[in-house]
């Protein structure tokens, strides 16, 4: 059975082209268009693994990662930020929120996919 991803960001060339390299490399794709969406979306199945963006209407990532630590059966989901942001502020901001990867775009589908199979757990 397939490993599920969920990508979150506002923007949809961007969902569309992670999930084309998730999809390729075997893995089920959950989308948000935001925090707030993609919150709605976590109804209890089973997700392997979230690669969010940071900056975003509505809910942006540092508050929808809050709030995913927040969930029960979401709490230990490991947590990718695919981010234009590069300052070193707001990458502490994000693993003290709980992040476990910083991956900056531009990014190379085989380094995120990468950063991926090393943080997608069973």
Same mark, same amino acid.
């Given at each position: $059975?397939?490993?599920?991803?969920?990508? *979150?960001?506002?923007? +949809?060339?961007?969902?569309? *082209?992670?999930?084309?390299?998730?999809?390729?490399?075997?893995?089920?794709?959950?989308?948000?268009?935001?925090?707030?969406?993609?919150?709605?979306?976590?109804?209890? &199945?089973?997700?392997?693994?979230?690669?969010?963006?940071?900056?975003?209407?509505? $809910?942006?990532? /540092?508050?929808?990662?809050?709030?995913?630590? &927040?969930?029960?059966?979401?709490?230990?989901?490991?947590? /990718?930020?695919?981010?234009?942001?590069?300052?070193? +502020?707001?990458?502490?901001? !994000? &693993?003290?929120? !709980? +992040?476990?990867?910083?991956?900056?775009?531009?990014?190379?589908?085989?380094?995120?996919?990468?950063?991926? &199979?090393?943080?997608?757990?069973?």
């Amino acid at each position: $059975m397939a490993k599920t991803v969920m990508i *979150v960001d506002d923007s +949809a060339s961007m969902r569309e *082209v992670v999930g084309i390299a998730l999809r390729s490399a075997g893995y089920s794709v959950l989308e948000g268009r935001d925090g707030k969406d993609a919150l709605s979306k976590l109804t209890g &199945q089973k997700v392997h693994l979230i690669i969010s963006d940071v900056n975003m209407p509505n $809910m942006d990532g /540092i508050e929808f990662l809050k709030a995913v630590k &927040q969930m029960g059966n979401y709490k230990f989901t490991p947590v /990718i930020m695919l981010t234009t942001e590069s300052a070193e +502020a707001k990458k502490r901001e !994000g &693993q003290a929120a !709980g +992040a476990r990867a910083w991956v900056v775009k531009p990014f190379k589908p085989e380094q995120l996919l990468g950063a991926v &199979q090393k943080l997608c757990l069973p």
